[in-house]
């Protein structure tokens, strides 16, 4: 894809509704594989992340269909039903997808092959192989813990109890998901929160997960093995790490008032409203309700003065995605927001810490940093602009510095936009008829 040009943004206005929630949208695929009868998907993400994983579960023995945009159905095979591959799978750049799948299969007799991107063959995956080893999962990996990787399934699996040693939703959910298949008790202790899908969705088709709050801090989780899952219809609510793009941009391109719809609200996925709204941010949330086990609620977004602020580092689990647009919200406040506890960011696609030092310090912005932390000043006036951010193959980088784009006086290019059709299809048309100028450009 070419390189994209952002500049100058009217005042943004009108109502829009993000593509579906990503994390949803894999587990609900994976799990409606595992269920007796069919489940229907509504609002399904159609990302290149997410379908790979359709892909996947499909070459498992999945029958997975699409009836319309956005709406799915799985017939699925049951738990322990699911046959090996004829081929490698191919996860693309999906880092949840494959850790997920990883965990699905750990405790299926099957062998699976897993190949990625570069950007996901460089991707640490030795923190998801670590706790699956213990059910006796066998796995041939590239020096490093790295794609490729075949998973050899253990046809005898023994639950296990596990404690998270990063505050990580996809190694829970992958230690989970190899719990499904084995018999007894499997246990995560996870010392800080981190977001709850996973044991969402295997409520709703019918598992034992309970749920226990530590007097230290953080849960217990525990599912009971081998359940009879039963299929169930699921709405996938919109991404709240998408609504992140138009939402920042709302609150600091001048004259806007934005409503962003049917945004998944779980509270632990929802830091970034909470950290805006302390930066001064005019959100509201209207219309809350449940759709598919899940909290969700419309966003008005108008603009307003942000001030810098220290963001709490035990936040950080709640809103990792959205630290790359929240520089942006920072670089145009008014003093210092400080970021602290944001070491995961340098193992996503790219080292997304140093992409955003990079990138606005390029643009005009002064930025101190460390390993997991980072400064940004402002000066409560839009950065100068007038530079090429390089993405790297990282969707959420992209659309960061486009945002960016939108206030400063000169247009900020981006190198390439391919990857942003892994999370959020249709972005720029969707930005541009806010009232955004979004375009390819040679240059």
């Known amino acids: 894809m070419p390189a994209l040009r952002s500049t100058l943004s009217k005042p943004l206005s009108g109502a829009i509704r993000v593509p579906g929630d990503k994390s949803v949208s894999h587990r609900s695929l994976m799990l409606a594989s595992l269920c007796i009868g069919e489940t229907e998907i509504h609002g399904l993400l159609e990302g290149e992340d997410v379908l790979a994983t359709a892909d996947a579960m499909h070459a498992m023995g999945s029958e997975v269909t699409q009836l319309s945009t956005g709406h799915w159905r799985v017939a699925g095979r ?5 046959a090996s591959p004829t081929n490698e799978i191919d996860m693309g750049n999906a880092g949840t997808g494959v850790r997920l799948l990883m965990g699905l299969v750990a405790t299926h007799p099957i062998t699976c092959t897993f190949v990625g991107d ?8 030795e923190r998801v192989m670590g706790p699956l080893r213990k059910f006796g999962t066998v796995f041939e990996a590239q020096e490093g813990g790295l794609l490729p990787i075949t998973v050899r399934g253990t046809d005898d699996p023994m639950p296990i109890t596990y404690e998270l040693e990063v505050a990580s ?6 230690v989970l998901l190899a719990g499904l298949n084995t018999p007894g008790k499997t246990t995560v202790i996870e010392p800080i929160p981190t977001r709850d899908h996973t044991e969402n969705m295997l409520r709703h088709f019918g598992a034992e997960v309970v749920t226990e ?3 230290e801090g953080g849960n217990i989780i525990t599912l009971t093995g081998q359940p009879e899952l039963v299929a169930a219809d699921i709405q996938v609510p919109s991404d709240i790490s998408s609504a992140a793009f138009p939402l920042v941009a709302a609150s600091i ?10 945004v998944g609200l779980n509270p632990l996925r ?4 909470d950290t805006l709204q302390d930066m001064g941010a005019d959100l509201q949330i209207l219309d809350q309700r449940v759709e598919g086990g899940e909290p969700v609620g419309d966003i008005r977004v108008r603009t307003a003065a942000l001030h810098g602020i220290d963001v709490p580092p035990e936040r950080a689990p709640s809103m990792i995605d959205e630290y790359p647009v929240l520089a942006v919200a920072a670089a145009c406040a008014t003093g210092t927001t400080r970021m602290t506890g944001i070491g995961e960011l340098r193992v996503k696609e790219s080292d997304r810490l140093q992409a955003m030092v990079d990138g606005l310090t390029a643009a005009g912005v002064t930025v101190r940093f460390g390993d997991d932390w980072m400064e940004v000043d402002g000066n409560g006036t839009p950065p100068r602009g007038g530079m090429m951010a390089t993405v790297d193959l990282d969707h959420r980088i992209g659309m960061s510095f486009l945002i960016l784009g939108m206030v400063t006086e000169a247009p900020v290019d981006i190198d390439d936009g391919a990857a942003i059709a892994t999370s959020f299809p249709g972005f720029a048309d969707l930005m541009n008829g806010l009232g955004a100028d979004i375009q390819e450009t040679t240059t």
Do not use: C, E, F, N
């Open 78 to 82: 049951g738990v322990g039903g699911l």
């Open 118 to 125: 570069a950007s996901l063959s460089r991707r640490p995956m």
């Open 169 to 174: 939703a996809q190694v829970k959910s992958a």
């Open 213 to 215: 709050t530590r007097p």
């Open 253 to 262: 391109v001048p004259g806007s008032d934005i409503t962003v719809t049917a």
């Open 270 to 273: 929802a830091g970034l409203i």
